[in-house]
């Protein structure tokens, strides 16, 4: 089983539609949870992070995370053609002077017209 | 106020030779880690330096090695490089006390 999985794309939705994107982790001694953006040939950039359990906005955002289910998930409404890129999501475990991101291999969106 | 910065952009080389890359992090961050992107792949840990110390380490070989330097920038070298090494390598920093992690442009490395 991978540490962090995100559901099987690539995901496919209409401008001004809802589009969600899933992910499960393993480990339960992970802390935080992180979102990011990577467009084709780009560095990945970051558009969220939720560490409480529960339903965290941002403009047209929202990260939700239940960790007794070990699932993270970001919502991005009112979707738009330059939201199409590559989203991913990540686990991160630590302590106070060290942490690592574990990755999830990725879903590809697509907003069409 | 500058982001992360990594140099080169792309670099070429071939099988068994080594490699410095180089990476500056964001004002105000002290702590530098390196990831490595395969196509099509997230991004796999590779190390993390905080205060020129090497505090965590993803499962690499030690042909990978780093160093992070007074003012907080990073070089990551490889030796001995393999075709699979031909990847995005991307250097993240963060604030102490802070998990989040921002990225520089990455530096594109062919193995031939």
């Known amino acids: 089983q991978k540490e962090v999985e995100q559901n099987s794309g690539p995901l496919s939705v209409p401008e001004g539609a809802i589009a969600s994107l899933n992910c499960t982790y393993s480990?339960?001694?992970?802390?935080?949870f992180f979102w990011y953006r990577q467009y084709s040939g780009k560095s990945p950039e970051l558009i969220m992070f939720?560490?409480?359990?529960g339903d965290k906005e941002d403009g047209r955002f929202t990260a939700q995370l239940n960790k007794a289910s070990q699932y993270v998930s970001l919502l991005i409404r009112d979707s738009q053609p330059s939201d199409s890129a590559t989203y991913l999501c990540?686990?991160?475990?630590?302590?106070?002077?060290?942490?690592?991101?574990?990755f999830g291999q990725g879903t590809i969106l697509t907003v069409h017209p | 106020d500058a982001g992360v910065t990594q140099s080169p952009t792309h670099l070429i080389k071939t099988r068994g030779q080594q490699v410095t890359l180089r990476c500056s992090p964001k004002?105000?961050?002290?702590?530098v880690s390196w990831y490595q992107q395969a196509l099509g792949q997230g991004p796999q840990f590779i190390f993390q330096?905080?205060?020129?110390?090497?505090?965590q380490r993803g499962n690499f070989p030690d042909r990978f090695s780093g160093h992070q330097f007074p003012n907080y920038s990073s070089e990551l070298n490889v030796n001995a490089l393999l075709l699979g090494d031909s990847a995005l390598y991307l250097c993240?920093?963060?604030?102490?006390?802070?998990?989040?992690?921002?990225f520089g442009p990455g530096t594109r490395l062919t193995v031939l």
């Open positions: 993240a920093s963060s604030g102490q006390g802070y998990n989040e992690q921002f």
């Open positions: 939720i560490y409480s359990n």
């Open positions: 990540a686990a991160f475990a630590g302590g106070t002077s060290y942490g690592k991101l574990t």
């Open positions: 480990d339960r001694g992970s802390q935080s």
């Open positions: 004002s105000g961050h002290d702590t």
């Open positions: 330096y905080y205060e020129e110390e090497e505090r």
